[in-house]
């Protein structure tokens, strides 16, 4: 008998709500999310703007409480951030006065576990796994946006995360350098072994990345479906054009169209 995979992130039956100052009244956001990513798997969030989707990954990271539910990582609730979780945010956090092994560094520093001499080495690792091996003393601003990111995720990858949280990482890029970034990402995760959640407006990323795409509702946020991707394990650009990618994405956009037109974004006929 096959061993089923582990489940890394439950979602189960997860409340929130925001006070409103205006009205004086709470803001329900998200209403009952329930769904889990087994380990290994890269699983993408999508659903109309302002849905709650990059609220839900603050609440995994524990940068926001919940109302009601639990989220649990390897079968422990989350309470408060982490060092279980590595959070990579759209526009790039490095701090311009540290090199780029400073900046991937610069978790390790602060768990202060390791001597100076593994935290240069480990950072090392990671500069070398995001593909900027020879880039290590250059500083930010000598960075392109893609390169960047990558420092970002090594940065997040760095403190062995069991969990990459990734908002919209790519969405601050050029259309060339974002699809190049999707294959970098795909091939980090998978030397890495990790698992992944990702946020996304782009209906064709969610699919080219995930293993699952999971589908908001307008606010307060249910999950509207879950959708399986199967595609060839191995991604290429030509599969973009290929009739099930395109039949998964017409799928998903309808579902996204529907949520819009009831948050009155778009006038479905």
Not at 124 to 147: I, Q
């Amino acid at each position: 008998m096959l061993q089923a995979t582990p489940v890394k992130l439950k979602a189960d039956s997860v409340k929130l709500n925001y006070y409103n100052d205006r009205t004086k009244r709470d803001l329900s956001v998200l209403d009952g999310i329930d769904f889990s990513v087994n380990e290994g798997e890269l699983v993408s969030i999508v659903g109309p703007s302002g849905c709650g989707k990059s609220t839900f990954l603050a609440a995994v990271d524990g940068l926001v409480s919940i109302d009601g539910g639990r989220i649990l990582i390897d079968e422990r609730e989350v309470t408060k951030p982490g060092p279980d979780r590595g959070l990579v945010f759209q526009q790039d956090s490095l701090f311009p006065w540290r090199t780029v092994q400073r900046n991937v560094a610069y978790g390790l520093e602060i768990q202060k576990i390791l001597s100076k001499d593994e935290i240069a080495a480990r950072a090392r690792k990671f500069v070398e796994l995001v593909g900027l091996a020879g880039f290590e003393d250059s500083y930010p601003r000598e960075l392109s946006g893609g390169m960047r990111q990558r420092v970002n995720i090594a940065r997040a990858l760095a403190v062995d995360p069991e969990l990459l949280l990734l908002d919209e990482p790519f969405a601050a890029l050029d259309a060339q350098t974002r699809e190049f970034m999707q294959f970098e990402l795909l091939r980090i995760l998978d030397r890495a072994q990790k698992t992944g959640v990702f946020i996304t407006h782009q209906i064709d990323e969610a699919i080219f990345l995930s293993n699952r795409v999971v589908v908001f509702s307008a606010r307060p946020a249910k999950v509207k479906e879950i959708v399986e991707i199967d595609l060839p394990k191995e991604r290429t650009l030509d599969l973009k054009h290929t009739p099930r990618f395109m039949e998964i994405f017409r799928h998903i956009w309808r579902l996204i169209e529907e949520e819009s037109a009831r948050m009155g974004l778009l006038r479905v006929h």
